[in-house]
């Protein structure tokens, strides 16, 4: 259920707030509203894919509805499903949770969270990759933010 989700959600990057040295209250808040837009009817929106409409809306929803300031904590709802150029380490944590936590059971999750617990970093890309690779395999073609995500952690990575 989508509950047990953003609960699986929360306590997943719960796990992570000490070693990021993040603040536990907007690990929690982002975490738990992340999907808030989920099952709405959402309007579509020019050049988005449907599946990706909720992360807008759940951070409007997230300011609007629950009076959420914190610009932080709206930009990790903002972009947790596509990701994007510059994300803070709480938008990171948030985009791997939803993708990572113990109810996600689908083929290579179990490598990409040893991945992500080892080195936050190379989880963090080894997760975009493997969304990119789910779109190509979909041929669905691939969001123009995923994408630019991809392009500008993979070479941050091979620069170093």
């Given amino acids: 259920s989508l509950f047990e989700h953003m609960k699986g959600t929360v306590m997943y990057a719960m796990k992570f707030a000490a070693k990021l ?23 579509p929106m020019e050049g ?31 972009y947790h499903t596509t990701g994007k150029v510059g994300m803070s380490n709480l938008g990171k944590l ?3 949770a939803d993708m990572l936590e113990e109810n996600r059971d689908y083929e290579g999750v179990d490598r990409l969270r040893k991945i992500f617990e080892d080195d936050f970093e ?23 933010l995923t994408e630019n995500c991809y392009n500008y952690y993979n070479n941050q990575r091979s620069d170093k």
């Fill in 122 to 144: 190379a989880g963090f890309l080894a997760c975009i990759e493997s969304s990119i690779k789910k779109l190509e395999r979909s041929g669905k073609g691939i969001y123009f």
């Fill in 48 to 78: 988005v894919p449907p599946k990706v409409l909720h992360q807008f809306y759940g951070a409007e929803i997230a300011e609007k509805v629950y009076g959420i300031t914190n610009e932080n904590i709206l930009d990790a709802i903002r």
């Fill in 21 to 43: 040295a993040l603040n536990y209250d907007e690990i929690f808040i982002a975490a738990l509203l992340h999907d808030c837009a989920k099952e709405m009817k959402s309007p």
């Fill in 94 to 96: 948030i985009y791997c």
